[in-house]
């Protein structure tokens, strides 16, 4: 769309897809609770969006690293109920918020397309 | 008098006042204008046909990138829209003009 | 990483939890069970969790992330070595020669410790689809 700026649309989209792809990784550790080894994986969100913010170009996926300084089980397991509760409900938040902010991009342009009304 | 009258180069002259170059060109930019538009309208809705076919499928497609693709192709359908009848009233405020 | 994928990641570890309180059931069940079609006490099992290989979508695994979303299933339901125990009453119809019957080595307090921590799991687990599915519904509020 040349003739409109959609760099904010832009923007907010790959905001969600970093926030659906860390839910996906909450997913996967809290999968993952019970298994004999696993370690919890995370991304540094705060930093990730930031790139994203610097360069909204397309950008490489984010990175995804172990999480340190958890409890370790005797089976080597170091998921942590309480820490990946937390997550999921703020990673729901997050993205509920980018929802939003979409509509009300979407509103806004359609309103200057036609003329308000 | 009738010398000075003969005298003048008419050929050369325009009536209309405006040059014959210059009248063909806002028609055809408006043309130019639209079409772009419609293409444009059209690779959109092509990209959110297929980002929801994916979704559909479980080829891994983002949803909230084919809803994302929806609105642009709908956007980008509104502004075509609006340039069409900005043309057509701009055309008929033309034609009502009376010379 | 869609939602519709992450919602079947969370699916297939509910079903490895269940799979795990059937057998910790199972094992209360037998505690006491001195004879099996088998012969010989009932032995007690436990399930082996595995995180999945990264198969994804038959797609290439390109970045990070697809690597890093697995989910879990259950890989084997093994019995456990411990030996029997040994406890005597020659009265009991499975007495051996010397009086002992053999007994599951199984410790009620241990399996229900197990099975809180399965119901828990499955909570979390539960609380994760519950999200991605608010996620998948939120996302269609685009179209207003």
Do not use: C, W
């Not at chain 1, 170009?57 to 942590?80: A, C, F, I, W, Y």
């Not at chain 3, 490895?16 to 001195?34: F, H, S």
């Not at chain 3, 007994?103 to 307090?109: F, G, K, Q, W, Y």
């Amino acid at each position: 769309m040349s003739a409109v700026d959609t760099t904010r649309i832009d923007l907010l989209e790959h905001f969600l897809d970093l926030t659906s792809s860390r839910h996906g990784l909450i997913a996967s550790n809290i999968s993952n609770i019970d298994t004999p080894g696993y370690r919890t994986r995370d991304m540094d969100f705060r930093a990730e969006v930031m790139k994203l913010v610097k360069s909204p170009e397309q950008t490489p996926g984010p990175m995804v690293k172990e999480v340190g300084g958890l409890m370790e089980r005797p089976d080597g397991n170091n998921v942590s109920l309480d820490r990946e509760g937390l997550l999921l409900a703020q990673t729901q938040l997050q993205y509920r918020m980018g929802i939003q902010l979409i509509k009300e991009e979407i509103h806004r342009i359609e309103m200057a397309i036609n003329d308000g009304k | 008098m009738s010398n000075s009258i003969q005298g003048l180069p008419l050929t050369n002259v325009d009536i209309t006042g405006v040059n014959p170059a210059q009248a063909a060109e806002p028609s055809t930019g408006f043309t130019d204008l639209l079409q772009k538009a419609v293409q444009q309208v059209d690779g959109l809705q092509n990209q959110a046909q297929t980002k929801i076919t994916d979704v559909v499928k479980g080829n891994g497609g983002d949803l909230h990138s084919a809803m994302i693709a929806v609105e642009k192709a709908d956007l980008s359908f509104q502004l075509m829209l609006q340039v069409r009848n900005k043309i057509v009233a701009a055309y008929q405020e033309v034609s009502r003009m009376n010379f | 990483m869609d939602l519709f994928s992450i919602l079947d990641l969370s699916g297939h570890a509910l079903t490895a939890e269940r799979q795990r309180a059937e057998v910790v059931t199972a094992n209360l069940a037998n505690a006491e069970t001195t004879r099996t079609p088998e012969g010989g006490p009932y032995v007690r099992k436990h399930v082996l969790f595995e995180t999945d290989v990264p198969g994804g979508f038959g797609g290439a695994l390109n970045s990070a992330i697809e690597r890093s979303t697995r989910g879990v299933h259950v890989s084997a339901v093994v019995p456990d070595q411990t030996p029997p125990i040994k406890r005597f009453d020659p009265g009991h119809p499975d007495a051996d020669a010397s009086g002992f019957v053999s007994l599951p080595a199984i410790n009620p307090t241990e399996e229900m410790v197990d099975l809180m921590s399965a119901v828990r799991s499955y909570q979390l687990n539960t609380a994760a689809i519950a999200a991605t599915k608010s996620m998948i519904v939120q996302s269609l509020e685009i179209l207003r």
